[in-house]
């Protein structure tokens, strides 16, 4: 462990060797960036379509309404740890191009069943669980695909510009989705997040740098290893990794709280407020130059104060942030700036934190457990979401939603004591070799 703490004290964390070419001019790089930014776009105007349908067109209860969520993230739960142990075995851009392509299939049966006339909340299910599916070996197989296409060195900017493309559709997507749902029957909106993914699988197709196929792993009796076997051996990676473990804990502690509150948020803003559609993609739209802001600062902040320090710091204002959503009233004026504090703060935090532990977690990797790695991780962060949206649809049957709504951000409040109390907060640098960490 020595020769890692000199590697790391020798290099700034998100610092970029002299000389280094930026990525804006790495044209394998681009593309995959430009497909993340359209598909983006594209997902934002469904994020508050759905939700509108269900509560508004479909007039389904809070309950139903929550489920949406849980059913969206239910794969993660059931999926993802052996979608990290096949992704181990084969090459990730053809997953990449058939998850885009299968989403865009799935999201255009909402408007051709609303135009027959057949919607119903049941086919919103089905929808969300089939691209819940196709988007956890999507998530997984991208976020193993950047270290392939990138140096170590270049991991930082290379997520950070990521949350660039993500901000800016942040900014404009709810805004074009609210005012898409004011124009034309919201079903119809979604077909632009269909074309987004049919243009994001385009993108990803015209990527050429060559990637070989993973080696299967053998056994000590010199056979391929088990799906079952090399699963483990991504749950004892993780959880065996003092820091990945309390990452993981924080992240799943927010997410919990997080998705209490936004699993009811429709019910709450559009029916009980009785605020517009167009008010809050508006309000969205604005309050995501708070995830531009983090997208442009998080690799400047670790530099100034540490890996570490912005980790735990980051976590800490998000939760604080989302407890302003307990205090929006129906006055269209006031909920918007009060709204848009929530969202700025909560994107923002969101965004720092999210570059910094995940170019952590990508440098620390080598590039055969990447797969196993973030599949664990997204087992266990994004499987409390389905958990956390099942709880709020129960909470706001027997108690108000705005008493809903705080149990969930003091949830999601409390997830900054994981790192509070564990070794990250003492990292000043993201390593600078794979190799180095594993071997310490």
Same mark, same amino acid.
């Given at each position: 462990m020595a020769a890692v703490a000199a590697d790391l004290a020798r290099r700034p964390a998100g610092e970029k060797a002299a000389g280094r070419p930026s990525l804006w001019r790495h044209a394998e790089y681009m593309k995959i960036w430009t497909a993340a930014t359209v598909s983006l776009m594209g997902s934002q105007v469904s994020q508050i379509a759905l939700p509108f349908i269900a509560a508004v067109i479909l007039n389904a209860t809070p309950f139903e309404v929550s489920l949406l969520t849980t059913v969206d993230m239910l794969p993660f739960i059931l999926f993802a740890l052996p979608a990290?142990?096949?992704?181990? #075995? &084969? #090459? #990730?851009?053809?997953? +990449?191009?058939?998850?885009? *392509?299968?989403?865009?299939i799935a999201l255009a049966t909402i408007p051709v069943a609303y135009a027959a006339g057949m919607l119903t909340i049941w086919q919103l299910y089905a929808v969300g669980f089939a691209a819940g599916i196709l988007t956890v070996f *999507?998530?997984?197989?991208?976020?193993?695909? $950047?270290?392939?296409? +990138? %140096?170590?060195?270049?991991?930082? %900017?290379?997520?950070?510009?990521?949350?660039?493309?993500?901000?800016?559709?942040?900014?404009?997507?709810?805004g074009m989705g609210g005012g898409l749902i004011s124009i034309v029957a919201a079903p119809f909106a979604v077909l632009v997040d269909a074309a987004s993914f049919v243009a994001s699988g385009a993108l990803i197709s015209l990527i050429r740098k060559s990637e070989?196929?993973?080696? #299967?792993?053998?056994?000590?009796?010199?056979? /391929? !290893?088990? +799906?079952?076997?090399?699963?483990?051996?991504?749950?004892?990676?993780?959880?065996?990794?003092?820091y990945l473990r309390m990452i993981a804990g924080a992240t799943g502690t927010s997410n919990l709280g997080s998705s209490m509150c936004f699993a009811i948020f429709p019910i709450?803003?559009?029916? %009980? $407020? @009785? +605020?517009? /559609?167009? $008010?809050?993609?508006? !309000?969205?739209?604005?309050?995501?130059?708070? =995830?531009?802001? @983090?997208?442009?600062t998080s690799a400047p902040l670790a530099r100034r104060f540490g890996v570490?320090?912005?980790? =735990?710091?980051? &976590?800490?204002?998000?939760?604080?942030?989302?407890?302003?959503?307990? *205090? $929006? /009233?129906? !006055?269209?004026?006031?909920?918007?700036?009060?709204?848009?504090?929530?969202? *700025?703060g909560t994107g923002f935090s969101a965004v720092v934190y999210n570059v910094n532990q995940v170019s952590f977690r990508q440098a620390i990797t080598p590039l055969d457990m990447q797969g196993r790695m973030?599949? !664990? &991780?997204r087992f266990i962060v994004w499987g409390t979401m389905p958990i956390g949206s099942l709880l709020g649809g129960v909470l706001a049957t027997f108690i108000p939603l705005r008493t809903t709504v705080l149990i969930g951000a003091i949830v999601a409040t409390s997830a900054f004591l994981w790192l509070l109390f564990s070794p990250v907060r003492s990292l000043k640098t993201i390593p600078k070799t794979r190799e180095a960490e594993a071997a310490g």
């Open positions: 990290g142990a096949w992704l181990d #075995r &084969m #090459r #990730r851009r053809p997953v +990449l191009i058939a998850g885009d *392509f299968g989403r865009a *999507f998530d997984v197989a991208d976020q193993s695909y $950047l270290p392939v296409l +990138l %140096e170590p060195d270049d991991l930082v %900017e290379g997520n950070a510009k990521l949350q660039i493309s993500g901000s800016a559709a942040q900014i404009l997507g709810p070989p196929k993973p080696e #299967r792993r053998l056994g000590a009796e010199g056979r /391929p !290893t088990s +799906l079952r076997h090399e699963i483990a051996e991504g749950l004892r990676y993780v959880l065996g990794n003092r709450f803003v559009y029916r %009980e $407020l @009785g +605020l517009s /559609p167009a $008010l809050i993609g508006l !309000t969205g739209s604005l309050a995501a130059f708070g =995830v531009l802001l @983090g997208a442009f570490g320090p912005v980790i =735990v710091g980051s &976590m800490l204002i998000n939760g604080p942030a989302m407890l302003l959503l307990v *205090f $929006l /009233p129906s !006055t269209a004026l006031a909920a918007g700036a009060l709204l848009f504090g929530a969202l *700025f973030n599949a !664990t &991780m």
